[in-house]
């Protein structure tokens, strides 16, 4: 069975510091991973994606993750945050054919002027 | 596109009544999902649809849950009678590939 784990709950940070949240995989199959973010109030918005090619995908805000199959990590990264960035961040994974999502528990990133 | 649209955004009831909650999937999606978030237990599938057709509904909680996909443009999700451990935030989201698009949400309070 596929699962996700997000070890932070929560991540405090400044502005303009780097930031780094975890997400770790586990699937006896080949996975697509994603990451969502959700701002108060509202839906999930997907930030970026990894189905196949260079590991190393990017979001139009600056954000990066690095798809790593032999430590099943799927780590997302940005150089420097913004206030706007403070949100909820969900890592999630499904099978090359399913659309079925599992998400992890969701990391709170909280950016401090 | 409006994108994916739920109503109502809020819901307040009391114990044992009926609440049905609405979803319009994007024009073109073939698949739809219905999702709970709550504190306690994050982001769970509930079910799910492929061509209106539930395809996995392991994740209804019980009998007092059901969901119908009439036509490509609308589903629902029922809950009757519903109990104050149902409140939740209910999202629908739609996808015709691998990324799904979700809907605002619907914040149910159960009194």
Redesign the interface.
């Known amino acids: 069975a596929q699962s996700v784990t997000q070890l932070d709950s929560q991540v405090p940070v400044f502005e303009e510091a780097p930031v780094e949240l975890r997400c770790n995989y586990s699937s006896s199959v080949s996975v697509y991973l994603f990451w969502y973010v959700q701002y108060p109030n509202q839906g999930l918005q997907l930030l970026l994606k990894y189905l196949s090619g260079s590991t190393l995908v990017e979001s139009i805000n600056g954000f990066e993750a690095e798809f790593n199959k032999s430590q099943t990590s799927f780590h997302l990264r940005k150089p420097s945050v913004h206030i706007s960035d403070t949100a909820e961040y969900f890592c999630a994974v499904t099978m090359d054919s399913s659309y079925k999502l599992i998400f992890g528990s969701g990391t709170r990133l909280l950016v401090r002027p | 596109d409006a994108g ?1 649209i739920q109503s109502p955004r809020h819901e307040v009831t009391e114990m044992g009544q009926e609440v049905t909650l609405r979803c319009k999937p994007i024009s073109g999606h073939d ?1 739809l ?1 219905w999702y709970r978030q709550t504190m306690m237990r ?2 769970e ?1 509930l079910i ?1 649809f492929n061509n209106n057709v539930p395809i ?1 509904d392991s994740g209804m909680p019980e009998d007092r849950f059901s969901a119908k996909m009439p036509n490509a443009s609308f589903s629902t999700l029922k809950i009757q009678p519903s109990e104050p451990r149902d409140s939740a935030v209910y ?1 629908c ?1 739609s ?1 015709s590939g ?8 619907t914040r149910l309070t159960v009194l």
């Open positions: 994916v698949y999902f994050g982001l599938l799910y996995d999202f989201a996808t691998s990324e799904q698009f979700f809907g605002p949400g």
